[in-house]
């Protein structure tokens, strides 16, 4: 039962990172499964009404229900209805993206954004995606609140995002990981300047509860040419200020009491 859990698990996720569907045979050749079995899992995550077949391509396709899923969870939760003014504000302040992310267990997962960009270019990625930890500012500010050992500890599970994959400047070292750390302890945010995507520079700083420990990271992301190192390091008053700003409200979220 675990593994046809596993495997539709496996399905659900490679189907999101393919909106316009995919084929049968491709799914199974992409994810190393038997076309029997993929047919299978797929038939019933169509019974189940969180896949659909279109019938002119015969592609299948994700349906809203797992996004519907999530949504439901967040506005229950709260997490948002807290967040966005403080989410807003900053975004306005600094002319970019402001998003959060929450930890859960071993992950960081964006869950609400600002988009403070009002003209010219415009950094706003896919929500609801897991963050890789060694590349990204929202990955360097958690792990800047725990010990290097534990820190380390959490990208070896993962693995080093490559600059092949991410940014020219993603650290694959643990040297290097090590010095985006120490430095995000001493100013309090993490800073990256094309780690995780070529031409983007990002900080971010922990949301921390009572004890100390992170329940989230708010993150500014743009274009290096508008958001330099510079403007980076004077945001920084700003960025504190949401993550003190959303520490005190978090009572306010069953989710985020829940982890405070």
């Known amino acids: ?11 659900l996720e490679h189907l999101a990172s393919h909106p316009q569907g995919l084929p049968l045979s491709a799914l199974s050749s992409e994810l190393s499964l038997p076309l029997s079995a993929t047919h299978r899992l797929l038939a019933e995550l169509v019974r189940c ?24 969870f967040l506005s229950a939760s709260g997490v948002v209805d807290i967040a966005q003014p403080l989410l807003d504000r900053l975004a306005v302040e600094s002319g970019e993206l402001v998003r959060l992310a929450m930890v859960d267990d071993d992950a960081l997962t964006f869950v609400a954004k600002a988009q403070g960009a009002a003209r010219g270019l415009r950094y706003d990625p896919d929500m609801g995606l897991s963050v890789n930890l060694s590349c990204s500012a929202a990955g360097h500010a958690w792990l800047s609140t725990m010990s290097d050992e534990e820190a380390l500890q959490r990208v070896s599970r993962q693995g080093f995002g490559q600059p092949a994959d991410f940014g020219p400047n993603a650290p694959t070292t643990v ?11 001493k100013r309090g945010f993490s800073l990256i300047v094309e780690a995780f995507a070529p ?40 960025l504190l200020k949401t993550t003190d700003d959303l520490a005190l409200a978090a009572g306010g979220s069953p989710l985020m009491r829940q982890r405070a």
Do not use: W
Not at 1 to 11: A, G, K, Q, T
């Open 49 to 72: 009404g969180y896949v659909r077949q279109d019938q002119k391509h015969g592609t299948y396709v994700l349906t809203i229900k797992l996004v519907s899923l999530g949504l439901n």
């Open 175 to 185: 040297k290097a990981l090590l010095g985006y750390l120490e430095a995000a302890r």
């Open 199 to 238: 031409g983007m520079t990002a900080m971010a700083a922990p949301v921390r509860n009572r004890a100390g420990a992170a329940i989230g990271v708010v993150t500014i992301a743009g274009p290096m040419v508008r958001l330099t190192e510079e403007r980076m390091l004077s945001l920084g008053g700003a």
């Open 1 to 11: 039962m675990s593994n046809i859990l596993e495997r539709s698990f496996y399905v």
